[in-house]
């Protein structure tokens, strides 16, 4: 239910942006991130982080976007998001000696430190490889081609990443005799 949240105010925008425009889905965009933060804390009780980040980009970028009727703004939002994470990733790993993945998942997985610190880094890579591959389709191909990419594209991109996670620290996960 959380993530499936988490995508309406994406779906929405996509929809709006076929069908009306940029300023009107930068605007649906706005609404519905709001709306969605609202019914996470109400429901969860809390906010994570990253959804917070990601709620006060959509805000700042989308407000820019729907002002300018410019979607050049929105996607800087999936650059300079994705840049903070992957520096994220990276300070804390290196900085703190940390890595953020572990603070995040540690609660559900043992793993030993070496593969979480494996893991952070390749989280690092996929955020900075989403980031550079938006620079190149919102630079080099149309606004409708960016705007599929940042809903299925990324979205693709996300789940391929999930999964080879999870291949990845499958074969650490203590074994049971059941």
Not at 2 to 9: A, C, H, R, V
Not at 73 to 83: G, I, P
Request: a positive charge.
């Amino acid at each position: 239910m959380k993530q499936l949240l988490e995508f309406i105010p994406l779906i929405l925008f996509f929809a709006v942006y076929k069908l009306v425009g940029i300023r009107e889905a930068a605007l649906t965009l706005i609404i519905a991130t709001v709306i969605q933060l609202i019914v996470l804390k109400l429901k969860y009780g809390k906010i994570e982080k990253q959804q917070l980040i990601m709620g006060v980009a959509v805000v700042f970028f989308g407000t820019l976007t729907a002002y300018f009727n410019e979607l050049e703004f929105l996607k800087w939002k999936v650059t300079v998001v994705y840049a903070v994470f992957a520096l994220a990733l990276l300070i804390s790993q290196f900085g703190f000696k940390k890595p953020l993945i572990k603070q995040l998942l540690g609660k559900e997985i043992q793993l030993p430190h070496a593969v979480w610190e494996k893991l952070n880094l390749a989280w690092v890579g996929f955020f900075l490889l989403c980031m550079l591959v938006n620079i190149i389709i919102s630079r080099y191909f149309s606004d409708d081609i960016w705007v599929d990419f940042k809903t299925f594209g990324i979205l693709g991109m996300t789940l391929v990443a999930t999964l080879l996670s999870g291949v990845y620290i499958y074969r650490y996960l203590p074994k049971t005799d059941e």
